[in-house]
């Protein structure tokens, strides 16, 4: 059973936050520690007092955090998509941000996989094959990759066997001629 404190505080989150937003995660936290719970509502709750962004870009941009693959928040991803969705976002902006999110992280792999190659050489267990050109396939994505984001990360491939040298930015030795993928 809620304290009077608790409470309370529930009215203020709703009044703040709108009732909708309280899910389990709140509940036990309003449960556990009410005194950061008030203090987590203040601080969620800025936005909504300063409102120089619409209620569908804040809602749009809350789904963006709670997606990114280094937090992963499913009551907050499903909050944020109904009310990006009662603010009036279509299913592609919020597709959109999702995809977006996505590629977060994407940088890491381009700086721990030449790390991790750089340690496997070191460790005497680094392959040849690694190394290997690209096939066809992998040379289309390249492509494909290069043309969308305007770069391709290149100190990930050692002695690969393809230069940027063609204004496609992979070796015309091998040309690209598989469907989109």
């Not at 977006?100 to 340690?119: Q, R």
């Not at 290149?154 to 230069?163: D, M, N, V």
């Amino acid at each position: 059973m809620a304290t009077e404190e608790q409470k309370k505080l529930k009215d203020e989150f709703d009044s703040k936050l709108g009732p909708e937003a309280f899910h389990e995660g709140w509940e036990s936290l309003l449960r556990v520690d009410p005194a950061f719970f008030s203090a987590s509502v203040s601080l969620a709750s800025v936005s909504r007092r300063k409102a120089h962004l619409s209620r569908k870009v804040q809602a749009l941009i809350s789904l963006a955090v709670d997606c990114a693959a280094t937090h992963l928040y499913e009551p907050g991803i499903r909050e944020h998509i109904k009310t990006a969705a009662k603010e009036g976002a279509s299913r592609d902006e919020i597709i959109e941000v999702i995809e977006l999110t996505s590629t977060l992280g994407i940088h890491a792999c381009n700086i721990g996989v030449p790390l991790l190659v750089e340690v496997l050489k070191e460790e005497g267990k680094f392959l040849d094959d690694i190394t290997r050109p690209y096939n066809e396939t992998q040379q289309g994505l390249q492509w494909e990759f290069t043309e969308k984001r305007g770069y391709w990360h290149t100190s990930g491939r050692i002695s690969c066997g393809w230069t940027q040298s063609s204004s496609r930015g992979i070796s015309s030795s091998q040309p690209y001629r598989g469907s989109r993928i």
